[in-house]
T-cell receptor, first 115, second 114 residues
Framework: GAGVSQSPSNKVTEKGKDVELRCDPISGHTALYWYRQSLGQGLEFLIYFQGNSAPDKSGLPSDRFSAERTGGSVSTLTIQRTQQEDSAVYLC?????????????FGPGTRLTVT | AQSVTQLDSHVSVSEGTPVLLRCNYSSSYSPSLFWYVQHPNKGLQLLLKYTSAATLVKGINGFEAEFKKSETSFHLTKPSAHMSDAAEYFCVVSRENAGNMLTFGGGTRLMVKP
């Protein structure tokens, strides 16, 4: 079956522009996670959704970052007024439910470069 | 708070020799621990997981890890390295009371020499 997909695979944007990153989870997965992988910070958690609700937004690095999920499926991560330090690979993962017994399946990521 | 420390950023072995990737964790809770692998230009793949059942956990591709509470360690091993094992490996701890968000170690790049 189809895995987690993310689009675009690569995005180059100018400093100050807004960007939207999309994640399509595995069908039927209620939990969805966003992570960021950068050279300086390694892999870090950003936000998760249980259904359409995001119980914990504390991982978002600044108020320029926001995310939403609609219909319990697709999620969009939006970065406003991008900065060079936002350059990273943004990873999305989904799992059947939250809980450590449920494996998180990762997408291939979106590589964001802010020039 | 919880954290994961991978003790080696790079490990180099010869093909056919054993692999040991070291990981120590810190967690206020009884932890769930994982090892993920990331091959170049590919997504993260789960190798194995420990969730308070057997302390010796077997994963895919011949890898296994042993949970040692007294040492707060979860080292990854494989008896005989293969060229295809060359990748980045991440030790991970999850927070069950926070939606199972994952905290990643810094990663260990495994190089396998012919």
């Amino acid at each position: 079956g189809a895995g987690v997909s993310q689009s675009p695979s690569n995005k180059v944007t100018e400093k100050g522009k807004d960007v939207e990153l999309r994640c399509d989870p595995i069908s039927g997965h209620t939990a969805l996670y966003w992570y960021r992988q950068s050279l300086g910070q390694g892999l870090e958690f950003l936000i998760y959704f249980q259904g359409n609700s995001a119980p914990d937004k504390s991982g978002l690095p600044s108020d320029r970052f926001s995310a939403e999920r609609t219909g319990g499926s697709v999620s969009t991560l939006t970065i406003q007024r991008t900065q060079q330090e936002d350059s990273a690979v943004y990873l999305c993962a989904s799992s059947l439910e939250t809980g450590s017994s449920y494996e998180q399946y990762f997408g291939p990521g979106t590589r964001l470069t802010v020039t | 708070a919880q954290s994961v420390t991978q003790l080696d950023s790079h490990v180099s072995v010869s093909e056919g020799t054993p692999v040991l990737l070291r990981c120590n964790y810190s967690s206020s809770y009884s932890p769930s621990l994982f090892w993920y692998v990331q091959h170049p230009n590919k997504g993260l793949q789960l190798l194995l997981k420990y969730t308070s059942a057997a302390t010796l956990v077997k994963g895919i591709n011949g890898f296994e890890a042993e949970f040692k509470k007294s040492e707060t360690s979860f080292h990854l091993t494989k008896p005989s390295a293969h060229m295809s094992d060359a990748a980045e490996y991440f030790c991970v701890v999850s927070r069950e009371n926070a939606g199972n968000m994952l905290t990643f170690g810094g990663g260990t790049r495994l190089m396998v020499k012919p």
